[in-house]
């Protein structure tokens, strides 16, 4: 169920960045969660990464669309965003000094948070800083299709370029608890089976706890 969750969190940034880029507006909560799961680099648990499980349940359930047969579900934008995150942080976590130059620099926008909020625009720019000296400098780039007048907006491509460091945060999560991005390509049944019981299990927990 964590690595599954993980994968969500992964799934939920790629959703962001669509919609970021072809809408420039977005869910704010769950971008929140995004920025909030860049933070937590001491959590005692898999959830409160995100703060609790139900928090990514957006993210498990285009997943679940992804990973299912019914290709009228599909997103392969945010199927191919998916798999670029996971692609990205096999590359970053072979580049140790990159690595030190991304904690380092989201302690900092996490020391400016304090000053005033997660989704402060003065801390999603740096955070948007933290990819853009990092991340985006490697030989392999995302690039991130989208409407032209949002794709110009400094604001809007700061959240995005946020989503995107949050995905691959969520990505390094999945992979330390045994994922791969061939188990996503290719054990996609099994997968399948995994997110819909994460999700069955959450909706559970969720409708006891407003009982």
């Not at 939920?12 to 420039?24: C, E, I, Y």
């Not at 498990?60 to 191919?80: C, G, Q, V, Y």
Request: hydrophobic residues 45%; contains cysteine; proline residues 2%.
């Amino acid at each position: 169920q964590d690595r599954v969750l993980a994968l969500g969190g992964v799934v939920l940034a790629a959703s962001l960045v669509k919609q970021l880029a072809w809408k420039g507006s977005i869910n704010q909560d769950e971008f929140a969660t995004c920025v909030y799961s860049l933070f937590q680099t001491h959590a005692p648990t898999v959830p409160a990464v995100y703060g609790e499980g139900k928090k990514v349940m957006a993210g498990l359930r285009m997943l679940d669309n992804i990973l299912s047969e019914n290709k009228a579900n599909k997103d392969p934008e945010i199927a191919r965003y998916t798999l670029w995150l996971l692609h990205l942080e096999r590359l970053l976590m072979k580049n140790p000094k990159m690595l030190n130059l991304v904690q380092r620099g989201i302690d900092r926008a996490k020391s400016q948070a304090l000053h005033f909020s997660n989704t402060h625009e003065n801390v999603i720019a740096n955070l948007a800083s933290v990819y853009t000296d990092s991340l985006s400098t490697l030989k392999f780039r995302i690039r991130v299709n989208g409407d032209e007048t949002h794709l110009s907006s400094r604001a809007n491509v700061n959240k995005i370029r946020t989503a995107l460091l949050a995905g691959v945060r969520s990505a390094v999560l999945w992979r330390q608890l045994g994922g791969s991005r061939m188990q996503f390509i290719f054990g996609k049944r099994t997968l399948l089976q995994d997110v819909k019981n994460l999700i069955k299990e959450l909706e559970r927990m969720d409708s006891h706890a407003v009982t």
